[in-house]
């Protein structure tokens, strides 16, 4: 787990589907998924909240939870759709991160998605463990659920 991996919203990239999907290339294994290499790295400001918040496309704050509206519409509707499909929430994160701080966060998020047959990391959008589970995932319906 990786600090530069945690986006600005709460969203830990080192578990989205598109991250793994990269790093796994899984394309070359017959699993169609877009890949991302994370928000940050490939800067571009915010994938969710998008061009809809200036704070975050001017670089003021870092995290969402800076801000003075926090958590405001776009991350409220966000965070809806991943506590109640994706098993984790972008508002608790950043609450851990202002209360804790980076680094026990990231040991959380380790100990959180951690397979339990090879130690690789489980999506938090399918469940699916990307180093040992890609037999599952090519024969999978709806590579964006948990069965
Ligand atoms: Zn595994």
């Not at 899984?26 to 890949?35: A, L």
């Not at 759709?81 to 026990?104: A, F, V």
Request: glycine content about 8%; charged content about 30%; hydrophobic content about 30%.
């Amino acid at each position: 787990m990786n600090e530069e991996l945690i986006a600005p919203c709460g969203m830990n990239c080192g578990i989205c589907s598109g991250y793994l999907a990269n790093k796994y290339d899984v394309k070359g294994q017959g699993i169609r998924m877009p890949y991302c290499l994370g928000c940050r790295p490939r800067d571009k400001k915010c994938a969710f909240v998008k061009k809809r918040c200036d704070l975050l496309l001017s670089g003021k704050v870092q995290y969402c939870h800076e801000c003075a509206d926090f958590p405001c519409e776009n991350l409220n509707h966000l965070n809806k759709r991943y506590s109640s499909l994706y098993r984790m929430s972008m508002i608790e994160n950043l609450e851990s991160i202002r209360k804790d701080g980076i680094t026990r966060f990231l040991e959380t998020e380790e100990r959180k998605w951690k397979c339990p047959d090879c130690g690789g990391v489980i999506s938090c959008h399918n469940g699916i463990c990307f180093n040992c589970g890609l037999e599952i995932l090519r024969t999978k319906k709806n590579l964006y659920r948990w069965d």
